[in-house]
């Protein structure tokens, strides 16, 4: 888990994502091990204590598949929905990212502006 003060800073980190990009609705920073360390969203309307432990679920699953085939490490899991997209990355070696959007053409805005959020987060921990 974050110390109090490293999670109001990935807050604010949060927030500024979805200031910056109007496609984000939703964005988590969880532990792999599945523990929700932050979240922000547009309006109350996802259950994102949960996508907490999905998403460090996936991207464990995504580490097994390319070490499997000799991959190296997974950078990204993207689910394209007939709803929206979800992106799931690491931040570094313990966090996950997972931000989603309803809008079906911002893959693109989506993951520049995740990575961007990632690595900013990457710093403070």
Known sequence: MLAPAIVKQVEVRLDKLLEMCSAVDAVVVATLDGHLCAMKQ???SYSLERLATMGSTLMS?????T????MGTCDNI???NRNGVVAFMH????LVLVSLTTSKNS???????SRSCA???AKMV
């Open 78 to 80: 993207i689910s394209e």
């Open 107 to 113: 893959l693109g805005m989506l993951l520049g502006y």
């Open 42 to 44: 547009r309006e109350k």
């Open 67 to 70: 070490a499997e085939l000799a």
């Open 119 to 121: 690595q900013d987060v």
């Open 61 to 65: 699953l995504g580490d097994t598949i």
């Open 91 to 94: 931040i570094n070696d313990d």
